[in-house]
C-alpha cells in the first residue's frame, strides 16, 4: 500500500472509525482499524463485533493494499499532524506502516488483514428500507437514548425503539422509571414493524452521524440495521424482544398542570441540587391559589434549599417527589421555551412536553420519600 491525503480527509473518518474499536478485546486485532486502498479510496473499517463502520476517504493511490493498524495510535498522531499538510502512508508486506510528511515520520506496528473480522453487509436486495435526512434521524435518538437503562438484564430496556406511525418515525426509550418519546416527520412511509437499537450503538449512531447535511438510506432486516450515506457505511445488530406497552402507563387525565420557561427551571436546578441527598431528591409544590410552584431540596449533611419558579398554574394543590436528574436530562430534548408539567397525582406518573410542539414526551415517575 502506497497512498497520498490530507489531514482534513483523514482524521474525522480515524476519529469516527476508532470508536467503534474494542477497547478490551481478548483478540489485539479488534483495537485495529483495516485501512484498504482501492478504487481510488481508502476504506477506514473497524468493528467490536456489536456494530461496524466502513467510511471511504478520497486519496492518490500509487499502489493499492490492505493493513490493519491499531486505531486510537494512528488516530492520535494523525490529529497531531499540522492542518494541510499532505501526507503519505506506506506499507510494505515485511514492516510497520509508515505515516510522514515533510517534518514528520513514524512507523507503527501492524496486524495481518486476514485476522480482522469482516464488516457484516445487510442484504439491500431482500432487507426493508427507507430514505430520511441523517440530521432528523440523529435528532429521534438524541431526544431519547438517555432514557435507556445501563443494564442489560432486559435488553428490550438497554435499546431505543424506532417505528412507524403514520407520516412520523417515532423514537421511544425507557428504563422503567422515566420514558422518552420523539417523532419525526418523514416523507417515504417505512415497510417495517419496529427494532430495537441498543443504546450504546444508538450512540455511536448519534456520533457518526451528528453534522451530516445529506439524506441516508436506511436498510432493516431480521437482526441488524444498516445506515449508508455518500461516504459511510454503519451496520449494527437490533436486539430481540418484546418492548414494554409504554402508551398504556401515559396518563390521559391530569389534576395539576405547571407551565414554565425553561432556563428558569435550569436556573432554579443549579441553585436547587447542591443541596440534595444521594438519591437526588427534589420536591416539587404546586399550589395554584397561591400562584406558586416551589423547587426544594434538603440534605442533613450540608442543608437545605427553596426557590419559587415564576409560573402559570392551573388544578389541584400537590406535593410530589422526583429525581432531578431524571428531569434534567430531558430538558436539551425540547427547543421550545416554554415547557409545561403535567401531572397526574401524587403517586403517578409526571409528563413534560415543550409548549407547542407535540412531536417530543417526557414520562417521569415519582420518587418516595
Known sequence: ?????????????????????????????????????????????????????????????????????????LSSYISQLPVDKSIQIEHKVIGGLKVSTTKNSTSIKTFS???????????????????IEARAFVSGLKAVWYSSANSNIKPEL?????????????????????????????????DFTHILIPVRNASEIIRIFDGVDETVEVFIDDNQIAIKSGSIYLVSRTIEGNFPDYKAIIPKEFVSTVVVLKQ??????????????????????IDP???KFTLSTKNNEVGESSTDVPSTLEGESLQINFNYRYINDCLASMNT??????????????VIRPVQDTSFLYLVMPMNR
Open 264 to 285: 428558569d427551571l435550569s436556573n432554579a436546578f443549579k441553585i436547587n441540587t447542591l443541596f440534595s441527598d444521594s438519591f437526588y431528591h427534589i420536591s416539587f409544590s
Open 1 to 73: 500500500m502506497k497512498i497520498e491525503t490530507t489531514k482534513d480527509r483523514l482524521a474525522d473518518a480515524l476519529q469516527k472509525a476508532e470508536k467503534v474499536t474494542a477497547k478490551n478485546a481478548n483478540l489485539p486485532v479488534l483495537k485495529c482499524v483495516l485501512l484498504e486502498a482501492s478504487k481510488g479510496s481508502l476504506f477506514v473499517r473497524s468493528t467490536n463485533l456489536d456494530i461496524g463502520l466502513e467510511i471511504s476517504v478520497p486519496v492518490k493511490i500509487e499502489e493499492e493494499g490492505i493493513v490493519a493498524v491499531p486505531g486510537n495510535i
Open 289 to 291: 391559589k397561591e400562584k
Open 113 to 131: 488483514p486476514e485476522e480482522y473480522p469482516p464488516i457484516p453487509k445487510v442484504d439491500t436486495d431482500t432487507s426493508k428500507s427507507f430514505k
Open 158 to 190: 438497554s435499546s431505543v425503539r424506532v417505528y412507524p406511525d403514520g407520516n412520523n418515525l417515532v423514537f421511544v426509550a425507557t428504563d422503567g422509571f422515566r420514558l422518552a418519546e420523539k417523532k419525526v416527520k418523514i416523507d417515504q412511509m417505512p
Open 337 to 350: 421555551d416554554s415547557l409545561s408539567f403535567e401531572f397526574s397525582g401524587s403517586n403517578r406518573p409526571l
